[in-house]
């Protein structure tokens, strides 16, 4: 394994998907966190915010000016921040010769103008969007090796599209997609809603954002370069009274006949050897992913009527954020791609 050490900041570092962040990276062999930043907690110690961190990492928390003075000193920088606050922090980063993964939606998109429509922010220097590449290592792992800036998919996304990769790449689907997904209570973050109160959660199970999740146009705009063509997704998302994870069911249509077994084979073929995908027979539950950068798949046909249901589970924490962001940067400083990922899921 490489002894290769890599410098690294993390702005946003007290959101879920942050502190799950620097819990990988503390514990990564080849990394160093130089810094944490957060606007909300500056000049705490990283252990008042999280206090599970106490005696193992104390480091004490920035501000964004402070992290201007610091960019010289890393190698990487980690933004896990709302929408529309990394552009400028990327730029001076990338000008400063540092590195990016961005865990936000400012880079996902090819289509600047679907960014701004879904998002109703501006991105206000068009150049830094265009370098950055779609981090998700199963489909753009040669192209993330040497990317200066890369952009990590959301959570439903990398469950939606790792489940069904296999088969658009046939060519054989439809394209007209249903994705019904489900995911813990991590994936709203850690802001006060009303709506997150455990009196809201516990006992319930709803949709929302129907028509209107954000995360819909970047799962259609990766399906349809896989199939070549426009693919009209129908996503709807539903919110668990869990902590975390992710379950997607995903509905297509074939246009020609194939077994279960077929299918099968195609998945197989495509991710026989990615160490974070696993095709299972029994169908995929989020107890066998949690705390894991595992996805898992299954599927199922109906031969008759050419119909294919495909589940799939992933940690929304880890492979749908910060998990997959570690494994983008193994492969940014060519370091083995499991390390510091390559953990067993816990089922309880």
Not at 118 to 146: C, F
Request: negative net charge; hydrophobic residues 40%.
């Amino acid at each position: 394994m490489s002894q290769k050490t890599i410098s690294v900041g993390i702005i946003g570092a007290t959101g879920y998907a942050g502190q799950q962040l620097v819990w990988l990276l503390h514990q990564h062999p080849n990394v160093v966190i130089n810094f944490v930043a957060s606007h909300s907690h500056s000049a705490k110690q990283f252990s008042e915010v999280y206090r599970n961190y106490e005696s193992f990492f104390d480091k004490r928390l920035i501000n964004l000016e402070q992290v201007e003075e610091r960019l010289p000193s890393i190698d990487l920088l980690f933004l896990a921040l709302p929408h529309g606050l990394s552009e400028p922090l990327a730029k001076k980063a990338v000008d400063a010769n540092v590195k990016v993964i961005d865990l936000g939606a400012d880079f996902r998109f090819d289509d600047e103008e679907v960014f701004e429509q879904w998002y109703k922010t501006k991105h206000e220097d068009p150049t830094i969007n265009q370098q950055a590449v779609y981090g998700m290592p199963e489909l753009y792992r040669e192209s993330i090796k040497t990317a200066k800036i890369v952009a990590c998919p959301g959570c439903y996304p990398t469950s939606a599209i790792l489940g069904v990769a296999p088969l658009l790449k046939t060519g054989l689907v439809k394209p007209s997609i249903i994705v019904d997904a489900k995911s813990g209570v991590s994936g709203a973050g850690r802001s006060e809603k009303i709506e997150l109160l455990f009196a809201e959660l516990n006992e319930n199970f709803k949709a929302y954002g129907l028509f209107s999740h954000r995360h819909t146009p970047e799962i259609a705009q990766e399906m349809s370069k896989l199939l070549h063509q426009d693919v009209d997704v129908t996503f709807t998302p539903h919110l668990l009274p869990i902590n975390r994870g992710i379950l997607s069911t995903i509905y297509l249509d074939i246009t020609e006949r194939m077994t279960e077994a077929e299918i099968y084979q195609q998945y197989i073929a495509m991710y026989k050897d990615e160490p974070f995908v696993r095709v299972v027979n029994e169908l995929p539950q989020i107890s066998h992913v949690k705390n894991s950068n595992l996805c898992e798949v299954g599927i199922r046909v109906d031969e008759v009527r050419q119909k294919v249901i495909v589940v799939s589970a992933i940690d929304n924490l880890i492979k749908g954020a910060s998990g997959q962001a570690v494994q983008c940067m193994n492969l940014m400083f060519g370091i083995q791609e499991e390390t510091g990922i390559h953990q067993l899921s816990m089922y309880i």
